[in-house]
């Protein structure tokens, strides 16, 4: 599962900028955001070309040529034909691994979508471990209950810190955090033995998440 841009657009597919390379062939499904009606679609489509970033980190991405466009499609189409708006540049953005159980990747879905950062999702450490080997991550936020932050002898506490632990091995200059329902407590001592750099709550919105995966932490935790 991944979240990522929508580039270009046409009658029969679209490009998507993501650093996922995904075999022509593929079979994909597509849940597309128009911000316009403030609703996603969704579209099945089939992969037709898959493009390798370039040295800049632009260029990046795959083509997806959808086998039956629902109206709602063909409606942003026409939208979009009739606005004209100038084309922006393309921003160098944020890579981000999300690491947590379905439940609470469904729960944070709608953040990551708004964010406009490129994110894939790992529900394991397998998951985890794959992507950390196979791109550049800007973070890696681990979706995980406040209980098990600093608590070293809950077992299911194991996971994320097995995850966060390898992150810091394979791409330690990736930016640790732990994303978590505070419900008003104060946050647990950042750092728990260098393992994640900043505890964010859940409910603060991108705005707290994007200010810990920015903020100058200063030294990487030891």
Known sequence: MLVCRTR????????????????PGTGVFIAILDAARGAAMEVEGRVVRC???????????????FEHPPQEWTELISRHQKTSLAVQPLSKRLR??????RARQRGAMALYVTSGWDVR??????????????VELSA????????????????????????LDIAREIQPE????????LDGRSAPAARI???FHRIVDRDAGLDALLDALTADLGPSPE
């Open 121 to 134: 999702f790992a529900t394991d450490l397998a998951s985890a471990e794959d992507a950390l080997r196979c």
């Open 51 to 65: 493009l390798p970033a370039g040295a800049d980190g632009y260029g990046r991405g795959i083509g997806v040529r």
């Open 193 to 195: 033995s260098g393992l």
């Open 140 to 163: 890696v936020i681990a979706e995980v209950e406040l209980s098990a932050v600093g608590n070293e002898t809950d077992s299911s506490a194991q996971h994320w810190k097995d995850v």
């Open 8 to 23: 270009n657009i046409s009658h029969r597919g679209c490009f998507l900028d993501t650093a996922q390379l995904i075999a």
């Open 96 to 101: 981000v691994l999300v690491v947590g159980d």
């Open 174 to 181: 990736a930016r640790r955090i732990v994303r978590s329902a």
